[in-house]
């Protein structure tokens, strides 16, 4: 487990210079702004963000693959690190403080890739999350000057506060009616989108949140930081780690009770 220390410091680095980078261009006037093929947006700072973490890998890390949002897959081998720059695009192109860096390692294993370092970092907010297997999860501003997290214990979903990013998603995968059904089961529902309720799940702040369609960049880091915490973080198909396309992550008691709704 202490193999992970350095990879933890390494990955706070990369995430320094990346909010160096990312807030020097936040609600900069002459921003540029392109439409990926998928028909999302992508900044300049997007990809000035990634590299700038892909040339530090590469100095630091030359054995380890990577795999960003921005620019693909690059190298082979048991560990890669798994980028992505700017994780709330959309809210950044629109001076929206709700975005963040994502910086996760994941080891190959016996059971196929799992993610064990996670790096959370949004400066907007003045927020910063982080896990590594073993080791705990914590928010702060600084490895010597940090809070451990805990998921809350609520058990009941008519207890329970639920985050999720939009309507829309669901209703083109087919699932919104599970969606709806499950917002009415809860106490109380909220669209905070992106990293964000992963981090609450996280805190305890909330309890439980899903996603219809992700890559694997949006999750790896937010999966080993709800784990850390003493949650589940799975697949809606109930797959542990973040390489289902889709995401459910809760304080553990909630999880199954949560996948009855979402479940494809």
């Not at 890998?57 to 048991?78: I, K, M, N, Y």
């Not at 207890?159 to 998603?169: E, Q, T």
Request: charge should be negative; include cysteine; hydrophobic fraction near 40%.
């Amino acid at each position: 487990m202490a193999a992970y220390h350095d990879d933890l410091r390494f990955a706070h680095v990369l995430a320094d210079a990346a909010d160096a980078q990312t807030m020097e261009r936040f609600k900069a006037l002459d921003l540029k702004v392109e439409t990926k093929p998928d028909m999302t947006p992508v900044s300049e700072a997007d990809k000035a963000a990634e590299e700038l973490i892909r040339s530090q890998l590469q100095r630091a890390r030359p054995r380890d693959a990577v795999l960003g949002e921005e620019f693909g897959s690059e190298g082979t081998g048991p560990r890669r690190w798994v980028i992505d720059p700017i994780d709330g695009t959309k809210n950044y192109v629109r001076g929206v403080p709700v975005w963040a860096t994502l910086i996760a390692l994941m080891e190959r294993g016996a059971g196929g890739d799992r993610p064990v370092v996670g790096v959370v970092s949004a400066p907007a907010l003045g927020r910063r999350w982080w896990a590594a297997e073993g080791l705990g999860a914590y928010s702060g501003r600084s490895l010597s000057s940090a809070t451990r997290l805990h998921v809350s214990k609520v058990a009941e979903l008519g207890d329970a506060s639920f985050a999720y990013s939009s309507l829309s998603g669901w209703e083109e995968r087919g699932k919104l009616p599970g969606f709806l059904d499950l917002t009415r089961a809860c106490w109380r529902t909220r669209g905070y989108g992106d990293f964000w309720p992963y981090m609450m799940v996280a805190e305890g702040s909330v309890d439980i949140c899903a996603e219809p369609e992700l890559s694997l960049w949006d999750m790896a880091a937010n999966a080993v930081i709800v784990q850390e915490a003493g949650g589940r973080f799975t697949g809606l198909d109930g797959v542990p780690g973040p390489n289902s396309g889709d995401a459910a992550a809760s304080n553990g008691l909630l999880h199954g009770a949560m996948l009855d709704y979402l479940r494809p």
